[in-house]
Nanobody
Framework: QVQLVESGGGLVQAGGSLTLSCAAS????????MAWFRQAPKQEREFVAW????????HYADSVKGRFTISRDIAKNAVYLQMNTLNPEDTAVYYC????????????????WGQGTQVTVSS
């Protein structure tokens, strides 16, 4: 089992920045690929970014590439999502996820999920 707890969401103006954090506990953290997904009201959950167990490999959705950065601190068992140049379309609940296998852009590849943190971007 892996327990995930997100934090860092909030209200920000368009063009602003936020950093989300995800604290992990349980099984060996570095075994898992970690990812961020988001879900806006009445929308399906969508992939944002993933990072490999060792933190070397990363992949981003086209919609956030160049604006968001995913990172992980192995010593702290934590994953982060630095979000810059936010716009109202980024408004959503952001979820942290941990998984071992499969297509990292698909939610079914992740076995463990956090409870989510709300990000609201005002225009």
């Amino acid at each position: 089992q892996v327990q995930l707890v997100e934090s860092g969401g909030g209200l920000v103006q368009a063009g602003g920045s936020l950093t989300l954090s995800c604290a992990a506990s349980g099984q060996t953290f570095t075994n898992y690929r970690m990812a961020w997904f988001r879900q806006a009201p009445k929308q399906e959950r969508e992939f944002v970014a993933w990072i490999t167990g060792g933190g070397v490999g990363r992949h981003y959705a086209d919609s956030v590439k160049g604006r968001f950065t995913i990172s992980r601190d192995i010593a702290k068992n934590a994953v982060y999502l630095q979000m810059n140049t936010l716009n109202p379309e980024d408004t959503a609940v952001y979820y942290c996820a941990a998984g071992l296998l499969g297509d990292g852009t698909r939610s079914r590849a992740y076995e463990f999920w956090g409870q989510g943190t709300q990000v609201t971007v005002s225009s």
